[in-house]
């Protein structure tokens, strides 16, 4: 196993840079990702956030850092789910029922 790149994981943890492109053989008819953007309640996007993917029953699935951008992106099987977006601007949730292909959603942080 080869270790991974700066360019290829966000800082100071292993998953893959939230703003990457999606992988060039990712078919959308049968993957289900969920994307979005952690944002303040002005609008500014919060780049260093922990969000958290919950499952129907609220159960800790998965959890990546944002951006510099505040981007996000998790590879999930299609249902309901929830994102918990920490940070130290506040905390916010929101939730989204993700079908097959891309799922933008936005959380909104408060203090």
Same mark, same amino acid.
């Given at each position: 196993?080869?270790?991974?790149?700066?360019?290829?994981?966000?800082?100071?943890?292993?998953?893959?840079?939230?703003?990457?492109?999606?992988?060039?053989?990712?078919?959308?008819?049968?993957?289900? !990702?969920? %994307?979005?953007?952690?944002?303040?309640?002005?609008?500014? /996007?919060?780049? +260093? #956030?922990?969000?958290?993917?919950?499952? $129907?029953?609220?159960?800790?699935?998965?959890? !990546?850092? %944002?951006?510099?951008?505040?981007?996000?992106?998790?590879? /999930?099987?299609? +249902? #309901?789910?929830?994102?918990?977006?920490? $940070?130290?601007?506040?905390?916010?949730?929101?939730?989204? %029922?993700?079908?097959?292909?891309?799922?933008?959603?936005?959380?909104?942080?408060?203090?």
């Amino acid at each position: 196993m080869t270790a991974p790149t700066a360019a290829s994981t966000a800082a100071g943890c292993a998953a893959p840079d939230q703003a990457a492109p999606l992988p060039a053989g990712l078919d959308l008819e049968r993957e289900t !990702v969920i %994307t979005g953007v952690v944002r303040s309640v002005q609008g500014e /996007a919060v780049a +260093g #956030a922990y969000v958290r993917l919950l499952d $129907s029953t609220g159960e800790f699935t998965a959890e !990546v850092v %944002t951006s510099p951008a505040g981007q996000f992106r998790f590879f /999930a099987a299609p +249902g #309901a789910w929830t994102l918990r977006a920490l $940070s130290r601007q506040g905390n916010g949730d929101t939730t989204v %029922t993700a079908g097959r292909g891309i799922n933008e959603v936005t959380v909104t942080v408060t203090d």
